[in-house]
């Protein structure tokens, strides 16, 4: 995952509307099908978004199984976060000193990306990039090695520090995420959270992928990561939101370990 957060207030959105006829958009009175293409601000994005979720097809299981699902969910990402932390905190120490000795900049990256039903968040991870990557990242947009316009991924980033490619491969950049499972706004399972600019590009099903929390990890991180098509990501994410389960996410946790261990489409 890059450090590609954007902070913008405004950009231009277009939800387009070559939809799967299984979940079709909102209708003007008129019965026209709807096309939403304006600036959007954050507040928009979020109305958007929930609009888009309210408009899907109810899930068959009843409320009281999505509440004990929730509930067994939420604890078990409180006692696992909760553990880690306390277990890797002196790796978070020798990380986060690393960084501050070999690079330029705070040892912490905060961006802002897209949870639950639109709602924006600040993320952490630990920095692997240069300070000015953000700046960076329009001059390098044609080297995307997604074709896909939705998402940012190159495999020999020039803005990745030395240390940053340890972490990067090992995944422990990301172990400052577990604060935001712990806070709330993650989950230890779930679709990997998108920035807003990416956002701003879905299609109305794209946004399916924003009914649930993001997570730390999914199908398509223990499938090959990056190595896996945008689109495939997402139908991986539908696959996910479709199918969850308490068992589910724990069969996917088992798998990230070896899937970490790999590297296989970590960069």
Known sequence: MSENGTSGQTATATLHSSLNPLYPPPTHPSGSERTIEHSVRPRTLRR?????????PKSIATQREKALYAFAKR???????GSAILVFSPLFIAIALAIRLTSRGPAIYKHTRVGLRGQEFTCYKFR???VDADRQKDELREKNQHEDSRTFKMAHDPRVTPIGRLLRKSSF???????NVLLGDMSLVGPRPPVPSEVEQYSWDDLRRLEVKPGLTCIWQVSGRSNIPFPKQLQMDIEYIERQSLLFDMQLLLRTV???LSAKGAY
Request: overall charge negative.
């Open 75 to 81: 604890a078990l990402d409180v006692f696992v976060t």
């Open 48 to 56: 958007t978004v929930r609009e888009a979720v309210t408009h899907r």
């Open 258 to 260: 070896p899937a970490v």
């Open 128 to 130: 692997s990039m240069s």
């Open 173 to 179: 950049d990301e172990l400052p995420q577990l604060f």
